[in-house]
């Protein structure tokens, strides 16, 4: 059973509990066992096999009990009778804001709703305002709430996000009286997907900041338009929030927005057993009712006697425990990369020569690049068979004379065959500097057969790096059935090293797979794939997800100067342990 699900069935416990009245405080304890899970680095079924789900945390005795249940025997006792008192459906509706318990029953008992299509169809209908305690305001209110739930559900890629935020803001930075104008939300968090885009910043005069947001020429619609918080809709549907507030209190307010919801919650659970109360406007000592303003987030951290907490780890998972004890340690940076290891020219599906991607790897600082065009099995566009691969070789022998600062490695990206063999001879791929094996074809095989394909590649001692394991593409299509905790054990054993692909549709591994990943002690290198120079920038999308992944520079390759890398990549073939 997957980890989504699991967390599922206990969101709807949470619901149901919540409907049946039940102890908020017993509700919350499942609310945040569902946030440990979906956030989850490895497989809730791999943690029953070895006895650590104490290690979710919120997990206490009861809840590891009715896990160990869920998983072992695909069923919970607990549920299916909790689920046998309640109509179908009834909890989803609970998900609308303004809908409380009372009025779920109200409506699943008068008009027989089962979901929130059929809730939107009666409200068109106007079966609901003629309903007791209901009405046309608040029935049209819930179908605002509706169609903002389903904006929200189609989150779109970071990748996709970043670049409207970065116009906006360039847009509104000309105001001279705006300041600290920044992303906050899942976006300042770097998550692979974004439900709407947070802003805010501070000025005197809210107002007119106000106004120029709401009437910025992408603006499609205004939601909601107030002195200190408005919400648009811009060209791609996507909601934007801007909020502005007071200079002093930025560090709270920033820090409140941010989120997520569960870190914010488990941060005001531990205040209040200090006798303080957390808001966005400071912190309140409960004895004396006293507000103390933080210009910064750091200020407002150091208050309650913890570490600042990165954005990128603020997901109520252990994060808070371990700024009590002082034990976060400095994230992998972007200015910590030295240079990127998987790159497409024009001699595959690139757009730009070899000379032109290093230049421009050397303009950003780079020591070095990796050329890895595609191989030539089926599927790939001008792939490079085995004479193109040796032409290359000797371009990149030749550029490497002629170019200052900038060293190029001689690679491929040799594609992994259905059948798990690499569409490269052995003795070819042993000539070069850096072997990168992905699958790119028959990706609706069996978990089993594509799990022994991958590791069949990661076995293969010529084989350095395995790039983009599950295959998916942001927004739409999913991961390719593979065993990714074989994998990892895999690669650790046999001191491959598994690529953080930073192409924004990518993602690949993702958050919860680089934690696991780096855990088990497997090496780390974050890579663009870049089709274009340009596509060189996509390293930051790469570092987030590592700094997601609790990486330091240390377990990323390729922060790692020019003669550490090549030693490395050299040391690999033979020397380390085992195989190699
Ligand atoms: P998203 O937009 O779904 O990708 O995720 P977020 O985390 O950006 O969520 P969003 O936009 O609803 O709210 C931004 C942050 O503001 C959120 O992470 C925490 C804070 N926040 C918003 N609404 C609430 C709320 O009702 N309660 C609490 N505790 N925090 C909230
Ligand atoms: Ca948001
Ligand atoms: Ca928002």
New binding site residues.
Partial sequence: MKNSEIAKVFQDIADLLELKGENPFKIRAYQKVVRSIEHLPVEVEQLVKEDRLKEIPGAGEAITKKITELVTTGKLGFYEKLKAEFPEGISTLLYIPGIGPKTAMLLSSELDIKSVDELEAAIVGGKVASLPRMGDKITENILHHIQALRR?DQ?IPIGAALPVVDEITAQLNVLPRLKNLVP????R?F?E??????LMGTADNPREIMHAFTTLPQVKEVLASGTTKSSVIVSGELQV?LRIVEHDSFGSTLQ??????Q???NL?ERARRQGLSLSEYGITNLATNELEKFATEEAFYERQGLQFVPPELREGQQEVERAERGTIPRLVELSDIKGDLHVHTDWSDGRDSIEAMALAARELGYQYLGITDHSGGRGIAHGLDVERLRQQILQIKELNQKLDGIYIFSGIEVDIRADGSLDMPDELLAKLDIVIAAVHSSMNQSQEQMTRRIIGAIENPNVDVLAHPTCRLLPDRGPVAVDMEAVFQAAARTNTALEINGMPSRLDLKDTHTYRARELGVKLVINTDAHSTDHLGFMRFGVGVARRGWCQAQDILNTRPLEKVLAYLKGWRGIDSGKR
């Fill in positions: 929200k989150r906050a939300g899942s976006l968090r998550r997907t974004i439900g709407d885009i947070d929030d409140y927005f941010t989120g997520s919801k870190h914010n919650i005001r």
